[in-house]
């Protein structure tokens, strides 16, 4: 006995559900290349998704959530159809993305340690502790400055 499957087809509305990105962006990475043309519904022209279509709009989903520019996202499913022939370009291009995170991560630090002071700065002024204030309010500024050197970059 064989049973028989049905593929399932989702509509522009489960996509952009199941895969996070609204409606208008699956359309704009549709129109610019960063996705594969999707198939059209015969009596609609609506879009419909398939399962194969999910699979490269999650990934697709995952890139742009690190921050990946629309060019780097194009280049890499461009590149991810020549297979093991763009695995250096691949490589190139997901480490330079691995950089770039980097570099996010350690301004959120800085971000994060500027608010940890200004914290025991407030505390130090409601107890009257003016030196500690001042002591402070010396390591805000030098890391504020070091927050607004390392943006300029």
Known sequence: MTSQTTARSYTIRE???????PASTLRY???????????????SG??????ADLDQLM???CLAATGMSV????????????????????????????????????????RQRYVRIKIDYWHAVRV???????????????LADELRDSTKK
């Open 15 to 21: 996509a952009a559900a199941l895969t996070g990105l």
């Open 46 to 51: 609506h879009r419909v998704y398939d399962e």
């Open 59 to 61: 990934w697709v989903a």
């Open 128 to 142: 009257g502790d003016h030196a500690r204030a001042e002591q402070l309010s010396a390591q805000a500024r030098r």
């Open 71 to 110: 060019s780097d996202m194009r280049a890499y499913v461009a590149n991810g159809a020549r297979g093991a022939a763009a695995a250096d370009e691949q490589i190139t291009l997901l480490e330079g993305q691995e950089r770039q995170l980097a570099e996010e991560a350690r301004q959120v630090v800085l």
């Open 29 to 43: 990475y549709e129109s610019i290349g960063v996705i594969a043309p999707v198939a059209r519904g015969a009596s």
